[in-house]
């Protein structure tokens, strides 16, 4: 059930197959993790256990879960870290972030550690993650999550992301999974659909204000992720278009995904607003996403 408000934004927005498709569950999916299991190897264990798995093409290490005997996170190989639970299109945030091996990483909004845990595995467990997270539970299954994969290279820091220029550090990739109305998670989410223009005002006010502290601790030439799994323009190309006018950002092309809106609410945007990314349940099998890279400088 939509409020009245996101009824009216939606209808504005969206053929009716994308609405039903924001309201329908979408498919588990897991992303082995290859610092304790080799893929081939961990599939076929599952598959033994009578679970049945389709790989996710556009990600490295993604499965989606077409049939569970039991549940998927109640294995022995879950338990043991082989692989973590987590949205393709959230896989995919840190594929095209791609940190290297002897980079420092940022990711400002951290718990309960998807993304962080990926980061950190695909630099091999070197460099470094500085993960914030500044709620106190939160930041306890973020610290699970990483002892369980075995990663080495995540720096926990319980810390309000808008006070990151403490640290005074300057980091190579910055990743800001922003916190938002979270209107793409609709099906296992319900309240998100009840979200009003107040709620809205909210998120946006302090997505712009990571945005600032992101780019500035970002080194020149580095590059920042930005993302959320709001549907709403918003949270995505609206916040986007505010940092390239405000910001030393320009946009980098993602190559999967549909392409960002052209136009939203009659407002036309930037023609390079289209290298930015959107996900959506019933074209890509996810929760409804938002993606855009950029450069700074």
Known sequence: MLSPFLQERYSRLFPSEVIEGLTRPVKQAIRVNTIRADPGAL???LRAKGFRLSRVPWTEYGYSVEKEP???GATTEYLLGYYFLQDPASMHACEVLDPKEDELVLDMAAAPGGKTTYLAQRMGNRGAVVALELNRERIRSLRSNVTRLGLENVIGVRMDALRVGELKLQFDRVLLDAPCTGTG????SPQAGQKGPEDVERCTRLQAQLLEKACSVLRPKGLLLYS???VLPEEDELMVQWALDSLPLRLEKVEHG???????????LRPEMKRARRFYPHLHGTQGFFMALMRKG
């Open 43 to 45: 599939i076929k264990r």
């Open 70 to 72: 039991f549940s998927i």
């Open 185 to 188: 998670t609709l099906p296992k």
């Open 228 to 230: 959320t799994c709001s």
């Open 258 to 268: 549909e392409p960002a809106l052209a136009e939203c609410y009659g407002q036309r």
